[in-house]
Nanobody
Framework: QVQLVESGGGLVQAGGSLTLSCAAS????????MNWFRQAPGKERAFVAAINSNGASTYYADSVKARFTISRDNAKNMMYLQMNSLKPEDTAVYYC??????????WGQGTQVTVSS
């Protein structure tokens, strides 16, 4: 069983940067693709970025492309999201997930990111 814990959220001014971390425990996640999602108030959870198991392939939502960078360190069982040039519309709870066998997904509890204008 995989447990995921996000950290690194906070309050930042528009144009600023934050780095989110996702720590996995319970078993290694090095075999699994992983993703970041976010959920803004009153909106559905939305895809942000994806990374494959070895980190060689990444994919981004158009809204964050060229501003956010997803990465992972399999030796540490960690995943990251570097967020630059933040905008107020990036305000949301950010969640990480791991794509487990059998189409199952493990989710973290989320970390709040608030961008002030």
């Amino acid at each position: 069983q995989v447990q995921l814990v996000e950290s690194g959220g906070g309050l930042v001014q528009a144009g600023g940067s934050l780095t989110l971390s996702c720590a996995a425990s319970g078993r290694t996640v090095s075999d699994y693709g992983m993703n970041w999602f976010r959920q803004a108030p009153g909106k559905e959870r939305a895809f942000v970025a994806a990374i494959n198991s070895n980190g060689a392939s990444t994919y981004y939502a158009d809204s964050v492309k060229a501003r956010f960078t997803i990465s992972r360190d399999n030796a540490k069982n960690m995943m990251y999201l570097q967020m630059n040039s933040l905008k107020p519309e990036d305000t949301a709870v950010y969640y990480c997930n791991a794509e487990l066998p059998g189409s199952r997904r493990a989710w973290g509890q989320g970390t709040q990111v608030t961008v002030s204008s």
